[in-house]
């Protein structure tokens, strides 16, 4: 036989055999995850098997519209090189499928779930006032000396202040 015969001939042994190991292990671990999604263990069971079913074709497809290639295969190395392409190739294609299917279930759980909510999320009305961050040689807690004043030390009583905190003179607003 022929160096390009061999190459299809194990590019599809192992192209069919990976599309059936990715097939059953997805089959049988994905179940879980479509339960959850769907609430429903029969209705899970049967998405579960068309999504099997779909991954068949699709796979299956791509691997046989791939197997063609036009130029001839000389040397075993030319075969392994481009055998490696092909098998590559179905792997990316496992691959993209796999993250679809989960990311487009995700999507539909996601938007199950926010339906059967009691009641939807609400904005933040404000925020929590931030306490700063200690700084290095500065104790953390009341300070002995510290005054009961935000504004810092107390007033002391005056001629325009009459003793009460923020009853000095006020300045004019700006001119405009």
């Known amino acids: 036989m022929d160096t ?3 190459m299809y001939l194990v ?3 192992i192209s069919i055999g990976l599309t059936i190991w990715v097939a059953r292990a997805l089959s049988r671990n994905g179940l879980v995850f479509l339960e959850e ?3 429903d263990e029969r209705l899970a069971k049967a998405v579960n098997s068309l999504l099997v079913v779909g991954f068949y074709l699709l796979n299956l497809g791509y691997v046989t ?3 063609r290639h036009p130029d001839p295969v000389r040397t075993t190395s030319g075969a392994m090189e481009e055998l490696s392409l092909k098998v590559g190739l179905v792997l990316l294609v496992l691959g993209a499928l796999h993250f679809f299917n989960v990311f487009a279930l995700n999507r539909y759980r996601r938007g199950r779930l926010r339906q059967f909510a009691t009641h939807p999320p609400l904005a933040p009305v404000g925020q929590l006032p931030m306490t700063p961050a200690p700084h290095a040689g500065h104790p953390v807690g009341p300070q002995p000396h510290a005054s009961p004043y935000a504004g810092g030390p107390r007033p ?3 001629p325009a202040g009459g003793g009460q905190p923020g009853a000095g003179p006020t300045a004019a607003p700006p001119a405009r």
């Open 37 to 39: 999604v769907f609430a």
């Open 65 to 67: 519209v791939a197997m």
């Open 156 to 158: 002391q009583p005056g």
């Open 11 to 13: 590019y599809l042994a």
């Open 4 to 6: 390009k015969v061999w």
